[in-house]
């Protein structure tokens, strides 16, 4: 780890003297980049990893927080997957605030980074800031969340999961389950609202139900996909509704909370409410095993090598494809091999 002085360093040597001669305008950019990074003390939110390799590709990825075991996972395996890649990464954790996400990706355009990669928070509100990159020449890879904008040169590709199908894997776990059985009451923890995994894994898991009158949606309130919130929407949940048969929650943190609210209540979570989740995290998979979540989605936040892949083919201007999907299973309680499980990396 560099402290953000050494950053400095290393992105001017990596540049080299002779770019600087040429180019003295760039001497004044960089001072004032200094003098700004000197006033702006430690955040405490950056970090870089450098291989010290002058002539490594330099990738600014912007994470959007820290808000559960996968997102712990995804960052992890990104600093290790640069390091496997002789990649020299700028880090920064927005700590779930777009608006960190965008002065971010505004240093890292001032620093003249090779590529940026992000993984957006929210869908909407990219387009100002991505013009900027686009206007300094510096590609962009959208990853783990998708963004919208009216216009696709802005970035360069996406990769990440397909959440839609996340969506319809919950619902196809639920028909099985209750194959034969009356009406299903079904309650939802979302996650946060507006960005892609909220939206997709609503709308995949209804595209199966609907139309089976079997199933009724009775309500979804969002957790932010955080543990805290998992468990104050399902107590409030519990409070509202008399009969609840099944809970489908967005991601794994959220569900542990969710968990924890059930027991309080009296309740046997995977026995008097069905409960289905999504990420595949080591913790989930274990409840899985002990019967107190009866499904479990896989999202996978190991993208980091494709992402270091992808970020090299940028930089040598290379083609890369506009979608790059992770392939995902679903474990079950109708699985008879869930203790045989490689561990799960998160
Ligand atoms: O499911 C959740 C995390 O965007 C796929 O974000 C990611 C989601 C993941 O907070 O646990």
Redesign the pocket.
Known sequence: MLSKSDTLRNIISKRGRESLKRRPYLQLIILGIACAVLLAGCTGTQDVQSQGNETSLLLGFSQ??S?????LG?TRDIHEAAQRAGVQLMFENAEQKQENQIKAIRSFIAYQVDVIAF?PNVEDGWDNVLTEAKAAGIPVLVT??QINTADESLYAGFV??D?EAEGIRAAEFLLEKMNGAGHVNIVEIS??ID???MRQ?ASGFRSVLEGDGRFTIIESISGD??RSKGKECMRELLARHDTIDVLYS?????TFGAIEAIEEAGLVPGKDIVIIT??G?QEAIGLLIEGKINCVVE?T?LIGDVIMELAKKLAAGEPIPWETYSVEVTFSEFDDDLDALPPRGY
Request: hydrophobic share 25%; aromatic share 10%.
């Open positions: 959007l927080g808000e559960s075991g996968w997102r995804n993984a783990d969340r990440g999961s959440f996650g946060t960005s892609t995994p894994r996909f955080l967005h991601n794994d943190e959220m999504v990420d995290e999202c936040p």
